[in-house]
């Protein structure tokens, strides 16, 4: 018989009073469909609207404007797209060096390396996971020069310093302000990373909306889904006009004539997708409520362990909840997956570092002890919102 270790007994206690009672496997997150879904789908295809032109596109960029308080949203067919030419239309490029956190899904890593630039590796802050705006000072200090041209370059590798793009870990609102402030200081644009946190104010304005731009994804894992999908947010008219233009060919306006300024992308997301967000977006505000009452309830079950801590979120969307093993190696957090695995929770590590990567080994990066130590102890626990309609525990919550 296997050992359960009294760690492993106790992590899946708490887990056990929140979801006990609930068919298991119960997985990390699943999408919901409950609302006018089928109906806008099923209006596309009888109409005919089904690709990048057609009124929930329209519709969608209008909501998710509204929701974040943005001037202007641009859809795109996904996050990741979406990221790449947020950086495109201010100019990173080939040869250039963007910062991102080494905490992060590998998209915001990726979308650095289609643009032709390298990704410059950033710790990140404990508290709420985001990059750590005084590692990025520190290391700033320490590799940035004046360029000829203007701006600053990295005095050893030579390359153009173009960028900040960080990230709100688990919609879980970074300390933005601070990053930009350093940022400023050296004349790098920062677009948000904001895949995770739709939902997700922090001081009363929505993440995604303090930097040049803020990019949104509707993957099916995400809060709400498209199916595959992303919106850009800008309060820049200029530069809202230039991304409508490079997400569809820059193909100017002409009633038949097929005439394009420049090289450019098919990244506008169809109209399919978009009339799925649509009917997903009408049920935001309840989705919001219902992962909150699932996180409140995470909250009370993991407080008062010595061994872990819930990562508690005052202002986030609750989109993914995470637990901290404190001081635990990359053994003991594999040994409590393994035993959450085995009770039909399905629980998993945060991503494996960005610089640990094969295709991002040699890129440059600071000091990561934060990020090197949060790798080993972060877990992620099941956060469908539906698990928070658990008939067990409606009546005593
Ligand atoms: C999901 C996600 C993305 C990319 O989104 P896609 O729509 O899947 O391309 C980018 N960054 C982060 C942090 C994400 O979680």
């Not at 609930?22 to 109906?39: A, C, D, M, V, Y």
């Not at 100019?91 to 630039?117: K, M, Q, R, Y």
């Not at 948000?192 to 993440?207: M, N």
Request: proline share 4%; net charge negative.
């Amino acid at each position: 018989m296997k050992q359960v270790t009294s760690l492993q007994a106790q992590f899946l206690a708490c887990l056990d009073q929140v979801l006990g009672g609930i068919r298991t496997p119960i997985s990390l997150h699943e999408p919901e469909f409950t609302g006018n879904e089928w109906q806008y789908v099923k209006e596309c295809i009888d109409t005919g609207w089904v690709s990048s032109v057609g009124k929930y596109v329209d519709a969608l960029e209008s909501r998710i404007a509204e929701i974040t308080g943005a001037k202007h949203a641009i859809a795109v067919v996904n996050g990741t797209a979406g990221l790449q030419v947020a950086m495109h239309a201010v100019g990173i490029g080939a040869g250039d060096e963007v910062f991102v956190p080494a905490l992060t899904f590998v998209a915001t890593a990726n979308a650095v390396s289609h643009c032709g630039a390298t990704p410059h590796f950033i710790d990140s802050e404990a508290r709420t996971f985001g990059m750590d705006s005084r590692a990025l000072e520190v290391r700033l200090s320490e590799v940035a020069e004046p360029a000829p041209g203007g701006g600053f370059r990295n005095r050893q590798t030579g390359r153009r310093l173009a960028g900040v793009v960080p990230m709100h870990v688990f919609g879980q609102p970074m300390d933005i302000e601070a990053l930009i402030e350093v940022a400023q200081r050296f004349g790098l644009p920062v677009i948000e990373d904001a895949a995770e946190s739709l939902g997700a104010f922090r001081t009363g304005r929505h993440t995604g909306t303090f930097g040049t731009m803020g990019v949104f994804s509707f993957n099916g894992n995400k809060i709400v889904t498209t199916g595959g999908g992303g919106a850009i947010v800008t309060n820049d008219p200029a530069l809202a006009r230039r991304l409508k233009s490079l997400t569809t060919t820059a193909k100017r306006a002409h009633p038949w004539e097929f005439v394009h300024d420049e090289v450019a992308f098919n990244f506008r997301m169809p109209n399919l997708n978009a009339a799925l967000g649509c009917a997903q977006l009408e049920q935001l505000t309840e989705m919001l409520r219902r992962k909150r009452v699932l996180a409140d309830r995470f909250a009370k079950a993991f407080e008062n362990h010595r061994a872990f801590v819930y990562s508690a979120t005052v202002e986030g969307n609750c989109w993914l909840n995470s637990v901290r093993l404190i001081d635990a190696s990359e053994e003991t957090r594999n040994s409590v997956l393994q035993a959450c695995m085995e009770a039909g929770y399905h629980c998993r590590p945060v991503w494996r570092l960005m610089h640990r990567l094969q295709m991002f080994e040699d890129c440059p990066r600071g000091e990561l002890l934060c990020a090197e130590k949060l790798e080993n102890e972060l877990i992620t626990i099941p956060s469908s919102a539906f698990l928070a309609d658990n008939k067990e525990l409606q009546a005593v919550t």
